[in-house]
């Protein structure tokens, strides 16, 4: 299968290469297009350059969406009239850093940053929140583990997002646990009880229960 994945920076280029490595077709797409091209080649026949965000979603049945929350916005408003009847998943942290390089959260404590993201969404796009748990080298060496598998986290309300979502979960290389619905997104992100645990299926299914 095919999926688009829109943002080819640190994030989104380990996400690339470890659903080629499973055996998805990604079709990439960067600000500038460099990235892109530099991460296909790097990938090789399973990568294909997109002529942009818009051409990334052409024939995929998915769309990674591994972009900063500040320009989430704006990129899914581009694509709009492309994303009826796709799952999105979205990784990004709702993060943004001032000119000093503090770092503070874009939403008010307590908001729901895969339900203002949802709001973003045209009808019949299917959101799932998953992606975005591990920081990438983390991600990179967790994948694939062996005996057992660690565990990536989504959200979702959409129980055929979650489906979908599953499946890239495991084509990367890890056990999908979901956390709950959208509104979950929260343990999921940066400060959140779920973000930055490798741990396997019996002790993440024991986690979900313990919030
Ligand atoms: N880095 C991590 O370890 C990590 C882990 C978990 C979650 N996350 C979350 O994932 C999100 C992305 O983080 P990151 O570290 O991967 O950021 P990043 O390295 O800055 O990459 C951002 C990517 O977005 C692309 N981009 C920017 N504007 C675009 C536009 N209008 N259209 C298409 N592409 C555009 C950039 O293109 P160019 O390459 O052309 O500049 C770049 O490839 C953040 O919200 C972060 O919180 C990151």
């Known amino acids: 299968m095919t999926t688009a994945i829109i943002g080819t920076g640190r994030i989104g280029s380990v996400i690339a290469r470890q659903l080629a490595s499973g055996g998805e077709t990604v079709r990439l797409s960067s600000a ?3 990235s892109a091209r530099a991460l296909a080649a790097q990938i090789g026949p399973a990568a294909v350059v997109a002529a942009g965000n818009h051409d990334a979603l052409q024939g995929a049945d998915a769309v990674v969406l591994a972009l900063r929350f500040a320009v989430l ?3 899914i408003t581009e694509i709009a009239d492309r994303l009826a009847g796709k799952l999105v998943v979205v990784p ?3 993060l943004g850093m001032d000119a000093q390089g503090n770092i503070s959260r874009l939403l008010p404590e307590g908001q729901s940053s895969g339900k203002v993201i949802a ?6 796009a299917r959101l799932a929140m998953a992606f975005g748990t591990l920081p990438a080298d983390v991600f990179e060496a967790a994948s ?11 959200a979702t309300d959409d129980d055929r997002a979650g489906e979908e979502v599953e499946r890239l979960i495991r084509t990367a290389g890890f056990e999908p646990v979901k956390a709950g619905g959208i509104e979950q997104s929260s343990r999921l992100e940066v400060g959140g009880d779920l973000h930055e645990l ?4 019996a002790q993440a299914r024991s986690l979900i229960g313990g919030a």
């Open 73 to 75: 916005k704006s990129v």
């Open 119 to 124: 709001g973003w969404l045209p009808a019949g």
């Open 198 to 201: 490798v741990v396997g299926p």
């Open 32 to 34: 500038d297009r460099e």
């Open 144 to 154: 694939n583990r062996s005996p057992e598998p660690a565990v990536l986290f989504y």
């Open 92 to 94: 990004s942290n709702p």
